[in-house]
């Protein structure tokens, strides 16, 4: 018996999860702070520690990166699953993420944009060497402070997309 069948795409990939979220903060010129939920997310080396990340050449994240040297890369709990929807589902090309949604930016200690309260870990980033990879670039970036929350442990999990669009998406299976 042949244990494989040819499949789709988009069935192949759904093997994939439950996948880590992670919010990548950046911050352009005038210093607004922005928030980009991503999946596509991974530890590159561990000395230096660099944790790269992969970004559509569309997003604002993605001009703000290629203004700035700094970001702090965030595993967002799932009480931050919420801001999390509201994130993804508007750019900051057109809308102050941080006013509008219940993100609470603390202090970093290393770089310019903050931290975010309730994540479970952040990790403050100087940004590496950038790889065009097509439609997204990859950027790596090396980590030079990181920091847990006290009170919630958990980080979130993207089920994938036949769970929907909204909160039910994601969860800590
Ligand atoms: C679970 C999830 C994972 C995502 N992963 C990525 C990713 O890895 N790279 C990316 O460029 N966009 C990703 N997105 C889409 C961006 O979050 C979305 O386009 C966002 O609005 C871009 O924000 P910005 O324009 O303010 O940067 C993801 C969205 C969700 C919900």
Not at 4 to 20: F, H, W
Not at 49 to 54: D, N
Not at 73 to 91: E, K, T
Not at 130 to 144: K, R
Request: aromatic letters at 6%; hydrophobic letters at 35%; glycine letters at 6%.
């Amino acid at each position: 018996m042949v244990d494989v069948r040819q499949a789709s795409l988009g069935e192949a990939i759904n093997r994939k999860y439950p996948e880590s979220v992670v919010l990548i903060v950046t911050q352009d010129p005038d210093g607004i702070t922005n928030v980009m939920p991503a999946g596509w997310s991974m530890f590159t080396s561990g000395e230096p520690l660099m944790l790269a990340i992969s970004v559509g050449v569309s997003r604002h994240t993605h001009t703000n990166l290629e203004r700035s040297d700094e970001l702090v890369i965030a595993f967002p709990s799932p009480v931050q699953v919420d801001d999390l929807v509201f994130c993804r589902s508007h750019s900051g090309a057109e809308v102050d993420k941080l006013a509008e949604s219940s993100l609470e930016p603390i202090p970093a200690s290393e770089v310019t944009p903050p931290l975010l309260r309730k994540a479970t870990a952040c990790f403050e980033c100087r940004k590496g060497p950038a790889l065009h990879t097509g439609d997204h670039t990859i950027f790596a970036n090396e980590v030079l402070a990181t920091h847990v929350s006290k009170t919630y442990a958990e980080r979130v999990k993207n089920l994938g997309r036949e769970y929907g669009d909204g909160p039910e998406r994601f969860n800590t299976l």
